[in-house]
């Protein structure tokens, strides 16, 4: 089901709310969702590796699959039109390559650019230890994730980022590496059933300083 898009940037900020009952009549098709991942995958990453990977869960088996593992977001998994989990790759080094070659494919950088920037990335990649390259990933992935909200929102969805499931046994479950793949959070989407509740937000004089 397509819903209709909203254009108001105000609108997609300040009208978000997190979700937890939806439509469950409410369907996204695959086509739909591929859209929305394709512009949330616009999001900035650290040198353009894009770390970000996602399990769509939409099917009634995946959902089953992932409910004893979600276990008190039960109404998220049942009524929602799909469940995203978001992982960041520990191998994303590997694309450095294509990415970069697809980028002077298309236009977007001379090749000796590219051959100047992949060996200097790679390299100073390569001497990070994995927890300091893990941490670049998780913050890469945690923008695509508020990209993905912001999206969904101005396809005309709801969504609700789910921190409390079973992290050590997801990417297993749904046939995925665990020594590769780290969990970062759920998401479900969806058109709400009801409001939601509006949320306070600390105001910017107790968050910001000025130097």
Request: proline residues 5%.
């Amino acid at each position: 089901m397509q819903q209709t898009k909203i254009n108001d940037f105000n609108e997609i900020i300040t009208g978000r709310r997190s979700i937890r009952n939806y439509d469950p009549s409410v369907k996204i098709s695959r086509e739909e969702m591929k859209e929305i991942l394709t512009e949330a995958s616009l999001a900035p990453s650290s040198v353009n590796l894009q770390p970000w990977r996602f399990v769509v869960i939409d099917t009634p088996e995946g959902k089953e699959t992932l409910a004893p593992l979600a276990k008190f977001n039960q109404r998220q998994v049942e009524t929602s039109s799909a469940v995203i989990a978001v992982f960041a790759d520990n191998n994303s080094l590997d694309y450095l390559e294509k990415i970069y070659d697809k980028a002077v494919d298309e236009g977007h950088m001379p090749q000796e650019v590219r051959d100047q920037q992949v060996p200097a990335i790679r390299g100073l990649l390569e001497q990070m230890t994995p927890e300091q390259f893990k941490d670049m990933n998780l913050i890469d992935a945690g923008l695509v994730s508020m990209q993905l909200m912001l999206v969904a929102r101005a396809h005309g969805y709801d969504t609700n980022p789910i921190g409390g499931y079973e992290k050590a046994e997801i990417a297993e479950a749904f046939g995925l590496d665990k020594e590769r793949y780290f969990p970062v959070m759920l998401l479900s989407i969806g058109k709400a059933a009801d409001a939601g509740y509006q949320s306070v937000r600390l105001s910017v004089e107790e968050t910001t300083e000025w130097r």
